[in-house]
């Protein structure tokens, strides 16, 4: 069974500086893993994917996530807050090879910014 | 950019009632999923569907739920007598998914937020 931890359900963090979201996963297999970001009143929209290929994948709106097989770590981060990035976070897994996979959701993590 | 579509935004029943939830997936599309997010916790897998049946259901989509594809463009979910614990925001979502090996993600409508009286 595939299942992923968000450390931190609420981040905040003043415009213009890093955000770092914390995410690990548990899996059998080897995973596909996800960002995907909710803003309110929204549905869910995919920021970036990993699948196997390049450790350090790049995603929309200037959001990236590494990778690390030996820490089973998939953080999400960003070198500058923008007040749009205000959301709340979702690490995924999936839960067999793509096509018809399940996905598993993290809790989410709540991102605030401060003006 | 194509997106899934899903009526309606909020829907208000009485406990007992059925009611069917519908959404338009990408045209392309050919793996649809139900996903559900009770208030304050996570999203929830429900069932997944492919080639006009279900390919594997969680736990929670027992014989009140079903899912079908009526027509070429809509898939809908259907809750036969509603509880008070179906209160939710239901999310549907689809991938095109050409075979294992595809890298195609989930792409997710902006849900039915589902009250129950």
């Known amino acids: 069974a595939q299942s992923v931890t968000q450390l931190d359900s609420h981040v905040s963090v003043s415009e213009g500086t890093p955000v770092l979201l914390r995410c690990n996963y548990s899996s059998s297999y080897s995973p596909s893993l996800f960002w995907y970001v909710q803003h309110p009143n929204k549905g869910l929209q995919l920021l970036l994917k990993y699948t196997s290929a390049a450790t350090l994948v790049k995603g929309i709106n200037g959001f990236e996530a590494e990778f690390k097989k030996s820490e089973t770590s998939f953080h999400l981060t960003k070198p500058s807050a923008h007040m749009s990035d205000a959301a709340e976070y979702f690490c995924v897994v999936s839960d067999q090879n793509f096509g018809n996979e399940k996905l598993t959701f993290g809790t989410g993590t709540r991102l605030t910014i401060i003006p | 950019e194509p997106e899934v579509t899903q009526t309606p935004s909020h829907q208000v029943t009485q406990m007992g009632q059925e009611v069917i939830l519908r959404c338009v997936p990408i045209?392309?599309?050919?793996?649809f999923y139900w996903y559900r997010q009770i208030l304050g916790q996570k999203v929830e897998f429900l069932v997944s569907f492919y080639n006009n049946e279900i390919s594997e259901k969680s736990e929670i989509f027992d014989d009140q739920f079903s899912v079908e594809r009526p027509d070429g463009s809509n898939f809908t979910l259907k809750i036969r007598s509603t509880k008070l614990e179906d209160s939710a925001m239901y999310f549907c979502a689809s991938s095109s998914g050409q075979g294992v090996h595809s890298n195609q993600p989930q792409h997710f409508g902006d849900g039915t937020r589902l009250s129950i009286l």
């Open positions: 045209s392309n599309h050919l793996y």
